[in-house]
Structures are given as structure tokens and as C-alpha cells.
């Protein structure tokens, strides 16, 4: 899944629920490809799900706000699902984690942690069926999924 970047800025405001709305990130799996499930998610319109990231998003410096395109973590994010990515260090990544990377050629990149070695973290969109030739290192890795948002396409009013 191909993501645009859209820092969103930070209302400096209690949120109370905040804390229902938010998530963690994907727990490893002890299987031999990791099928993570998504964070808590709702559906909702574009304008309410834009909303509801930046609250969340201006709960802490380290997340960000992402916008998902391309269908390859189908089934758990599709188009334009909105992301809270949060920053972590290297170190606590774990296999199954859902995270987000900047790709040689720029593009930042959503996909799962298959494997630690070496070189860095294998990692393949959940809809892919072949790992992705590029590999998660502490200089091209953004962060994790921390919370998303489906909306509706504009549907409801």
C-alpha cells in the first residue's frame, strides 16, 4: 500500500475517548507468515475520519497522519483508509508488526514484518504474494500503525 504523507496539525486539547479510539500496534504472530489484524477501526466519513486522526495524532510529537492507497493490505486497509502511523525504535520492532517505510525510490510503503536478519526486516503487503525487494532498516523506517480509519467515500451525510 502506497501512502501519502499529510501531517495534520495538532489540536492542543483533552480528548477523553481519545483512549477508546485509539490502538496499538500488531502483537508479533508465531506463524509462518504473519497475518496481523488492523488496529481498532471505524467507518466513517472522510471529513469525520480526518477529524478523529488529528485528534488522535495531537495526543503525542511522534505519530503522524497517513493516507493509504493501493490495494496491496487488502483485506485490512483499502483505499484511502487513514492511518496514525506512531514512530518506534528499531529495536522494538517485532515479526507481524504493520509498518510504514520510505522505499528507495521514495514512495513510503505499508506492509508487515515477515522476518529480522541481517540486512534489516523482510516485510510483504498482506494482498502480495511475494516479499517486498526492499528491506526495513533504521534509516528508511517511519513507524508503525498505531489507530485507522475507513471511511465511506463520501457517502454518508
Request: overall charge neutral; aromatic content about 8%; proline content about 6%.
Amino acid at each position: 500500500m502506497a501512502i501519502a504523507l499529510s501531517r495534520l496539525p495538532a489540536r492542543l486539547f483533552a480528548l477523553a475517548a481519545a483512549a477508546g479510539l485509539a490502538g496499538c500496534a500488531t502483537a508479533p504472530v508465531p506463524e509462518s507468515k504473519p497475518v496481523p489484524q488492523a488496529p481498532p477501526s471505524t467507518d466513517v466519513t472522510e471529513l469525520e475520519a480526518w477529524r478523529d486522526a488529528e485528534l488522535i495524532t495531537g495526543l503525542s510529537r511522534d505519530r503522524f497522519t497517513l493516507i493509504g492507497s493501493g490495494g496491496s493490505m487488502l483485506p485490512v486497509y483499502g483505499e484511502n483508509t487513514v492511518l496514525v502511523i506512531s514512530k518506534i525504535d528499531y529495536t522494538a520492532l517485532q515479526r507481524g508488526m504493520q509498518v510504514a517505510y520510505r522505499a528507495g525510490s521514495g514512495a513510503r510503503v505499508l506492509h508487515v514484518l515477515v522476518e529480522r536478519e541481517s540486512r534489516g526486516w523482510r516485510v510483504q503487503g498482506l494482498n502480495n504474494e511475494v516479499e517486498d525487494r526492499e528491506w526495513v532498516t533504521p534509516f528508511n523506517l517511519i513507524g508503525v500503525v498505531y489507530a485507522s480509519f475507513v471511511t465511506d467515500g463520501g457517502q454518508k451525510k
